[in-house]
């Protein structure tokens, strides 16, 4: 142990990565107005097809990322797990339980029927159950929330293990490993009995994204050749992903579901390897205001909301695409901002803990700051 924490530190909120998280809803959205379009050359080539899809994977990564700098920055502080969760359930619960509850309501008034299978969402297992997850007899979509029950799994598991580790190489050896075991979890879900599409959203096929984000989060601490090599590998990535997708990459394959998910991974860490440093053009980009602010306040707003204004915007009698497409913008940020405004600012704002442990712990420090974590 090299130094004692006396009392608890934070990293620099860098606004570049506010900005990943709005892109990331960004393609998600587009995926889903896109549903595999085969007649715009461009939207065809960014890989807005059938059974692909970037936003999902690069949330995961931005989530390794903000989660591992967390847990890190709270490891010497009382009560950390009960704090960390109860940070985690404010900032989720509020939304999500809100969403759920209108959902049962407005399925009930509008069909006279009860919400089925509500128990797979109020757990988080909705990535998990598959089957009873797709049979809710929701009148509400309800089928781009899987996405939550992956991290907040990950975020339940993966403090207990970091926290276990005195020094950076031994989280750096818990981040290959997960990323070898996720890996090797989406290898045995090719085997002709257990197939892609019911399994391929098990946490453990999306672990190795959230632990290569991690591994991006530690190098901040100390700093090695990975984000260098990232930013360098950006360009090249994306080419080979942009060609892959324009000839149809399909998670639903296995090789798909195996090399595909783990180029967009590593695709997606070089993107924010670039976005971490502050002279990058993408840097620059996206932690300007309109993506910094749009992707700490709204972006979560926007996720859960837009598959309803989508549905409600398509099927309005409308006969421009295009005016529909503009409600469907507008609406979707307008109850967005309220949301945020009027439901989870209020959660947000709650103080949570904050009482310094006494006992002597090892934290590591962001890299302009002496590390306190030993090295080997």
């Known amino acids: 142990m ?14 570049a990565l506010d900005g990943v998280r709005l892109l990331a809803v960004a393609l998600v959205i587009l ?41 890190i920055d709270t490891r010497g502080t009382e009560h950390r797990y009960r704090n960390f969760l109860t940070r985690r359930a404010l900032r ?18 509008l069909t006279g029927r009860h919400l089925q299978n509500l128990w797979v969402f109020a757990f988080f297992l909705q990535n998990t159950f598959l089957t009873a997850a797709s049979k809710t007899g929701s009148v509400l979509p309800m089928y781009h929330l899987w996405t939550l029950a992956v991290q907040d799994q990950f975020y339940i598991l993966w403090p207990l293990l970091l926290w276990k580790s005195d020094s950076v190489r031994k989280m750096r050896y818990l981040c290959v490993a997960g990323i070898i075991l996720s890996f090797s979890a989406r290898l045995i879900i090719t085997h002709r009995s257990l197939t892609p599409e019911l399994f391929g ?87 300007s205001k309109f993506f910094a602010l749009g992707g700490k306040k709204y972006a979560f707003g926007i996720y859960v ?17 295009g005016l529909r497409l503009s409600l469907f913008a507008i609406s979707t940020i307008l109850i967005s901002g309220f949301s945020y405004r009027y439901l989870e600012s209020y959660f947000l704002h709650m103080k949570v803990g904050g009482t310094v442990s006494k006992v002597d712990v090892p934290v590591s420090q962001p890299r302009d700051t002496p590390v306190l974590l030993k090295t080997a």
Request: glycine share 8%.
């Open 2 to 15: 090299i130094g004692v924490v006396e009392q608890h530190t934070r990293s620099k909120h860098i606004p």
């Open 31 to 71: 995926h889903h107005l896109t549903r595999g379009s085969q007649t715009s050359i461009v939207l065809h080539l960014i890989g807005l097809q059938v059974n692909n899809g970037l936003g999902p994977t690069l949330f995961f990564v931005l989530s390794g990322v903000l989660l591992t700098t967390v847990i």
């Open 92 to 109: 989720i619960f509020p939304l999500y339980l809100g969403y759920l509850g209108v959902a049962a309501v407005a399925t009930f008034w």
């Open 201 to 287: 959203r098990i946490l453990p096929a999306h672990a190795g994204a959230m632990c290569l984000g991690a591994l991006l989060a530690l190098d901040l601490r100390e700093e090695t050749a990975l984000s260098s090599l990232l930013r360098k590998a950006f360009l090249p990535l994306s080419a080979i992903l942009a060609v892959w997708m324009w000839h149809g990459l399909s998670f639903t394959t296995s090789i798909g579901s195996v090399l595909g998910l783990q180029l967009i991974a590593i695709t997606s860490a070089a993107l924010i390897a670039a976005a971490l440093k502050p002279s990058t053009g993408t840097a620059r980009i996206l932690g």
């Open 305 to 321: 909301f837009h598959p309803l204004m989508l549905d409600i915007c398509i099927s309005l009698p409308i006969a421009s695409k």
